[in-house]
Nanobody, 127 residues
Framework: QVQLVESGGGSVQAGGSLKLSCAAS????????MGWFRQAPGKEREGVAS????????FYADSVKGRFTISLDKSKNTVYLQMNGLKPEDPAMYYCADKPLGCYSDSWSSQNLFNTWGQGTQVNVSP
């Protein structure tokens, strides 16, 4: 089975940056799409960003577009989420997940289609 382990969370001041990492044990058809999701207390889990690992096509939530960047290093079996200009609305538990058959404009944030999930890494932003 593919296993995902997130790291890189922490607490930073508003306007600061963090880089999250998601290390995968292997890349198979099950992770043709890799995504980052987040869930704040009292809110639904939402898609943040996803990447099609074969085409490198990227997708972002409107709320993070221009501030966050998702990338993939296949040599390290690791997907990253570079978060710049962090805002008070960004604190949440961030999860990495994988999806078979790639991700596209109509499926990149469809949580029910993602098979494997990491345990999450906490991101906090202080004013």
């Amino acid at each position: 089975q593919v296993q995902l382990v997130e790291s890189g969370g922490g607490s930073v001041q508003a306007g600061g940056s963090l880089k999250l990492s998601c290390a995968a044990s292997a890349y198979t058809y099950n992770n043709a799409c890799m995504g980052w999701f987040r869930q704040a207390p009292g809110k639904e889990r939402e898609g943040v960003a996803s990447i099609n690992t074969t085409t490198s096509t990227k997708f972002y939530a409107d709320s993070v577009k221009g501030r966050f960047t998702i990338s993939l290093d296949k040599s390290k079996n690791t997907v990253y989420l570079q978060m710049n200009g962090l805002k008070p609305e960004d604190p949440a538990m961030y999860y990495c997940a994988d999806k078979p058959l790639g991700c596209y404009s109509d499926s990149w944030s469809s949580q029910n289609l993602f098979n494997t999930w990491g345990q999450g890494t906490q991101v906090n932003v202080s004013p």
